[in-house]
């Protein structure tokens, strides 16, 4: 029998295959066929800053409207402790799933300001959340904002967080440093117990007819699991935390290449939009029997055995393939 489990977070997992941040988490009937499919955890939808502020503004907007009304409406009025918004629904989902699965459950939490909605980390973890995630999603469009500002803006976010939780905290973050390993290791220095590589940035797109922009959500393609895979694989052994890969994990190969490389676990989104919760079990059973052809025990002895720190030409992870790839390139004719 092959062992499958993995440590991420400090938890002690029973595979390496964690569903992602989706609608399909943030679904009771759909998160339990994922755990009835194998997964070993699930990471909940984001609570969105923004989501937050605009609710905020709403509520603000009822209630100073409904003053300027009569007498009576006033006793309409919502009283924010009675009411039924984002936060509120997003801790009774986590609530019931807690109440309902064994699995551990990753709360996550999305922003990019200092502006308290980091706070709510300490009500998810009352709610029971396992671990938190916080996916700072910054498109850093500012020329005049450097990239040691950028970096700050992270640190500054995890800091605060850190301050209300004491459950592990891992950080999503985009492949867009000028030094993806050194912003990895200041995260571990200021108190992350891991990071997820990479988060995808949806890209705007242009409508020629009516030259509007607008933002499109395209499903991910396995060819991105590649940028995963090597980051995974540069950093594996001259950092201590966590490592999760996401991005293009749609077939067992990537992700078996991504262990090999280092990683703890594999999140996966897009392929189980496509193909359902129950391709978690297929993967699973592709994976055990991989594992077994290559004669492994366990997870544990496979994983990073391919890392940076393990190959015999280490150079390949880095520039020096990058000569050969080009040349190697014949142009037919
Ligand atoms: C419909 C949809 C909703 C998503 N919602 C979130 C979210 O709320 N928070 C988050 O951090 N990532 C979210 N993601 C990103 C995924 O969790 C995942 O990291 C990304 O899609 C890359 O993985 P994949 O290639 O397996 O899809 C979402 C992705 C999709 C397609």
Redesign the pocket.
Known sequence: MIDLSTQYLGLKLKNPLVP????LT?NLDDAKRLEDAGAAAI????L?EESLHYEQKQLEKYVYSQALGNYEAESFHPVPADYNGELDQYLEHLLQLKASMEIPVIA?L?GVTDSGWINYGREMMQAGADAL?L?V?YVAADPEETGELVEHRYVHLLNQLRSHVTIPVTM?LSSQFSSVGNMVKKLQLFGADGV?L???FYQPDIDLETLSISPQ?E???AS??LLRIRWIALIRSRVELSLAA?????DVDSIIKALLAGADVV???????EKGPAYCAELLTQLEHWLNEHEYESVQQMKGSVSQACVINPAVYEHSNYVDVIKSFHLKR
């Open positions: 992602s941040s989706s609608p943030g990471v909940l939808p984001s969105f996550s999305n995630e996916n999603y999503k997820v990479f988060n995808r959500l499903l991910s393609s991105e699991s996401t991005g293009g994990f749609h999140y996966l989104c897009s392929v189980l939009l």
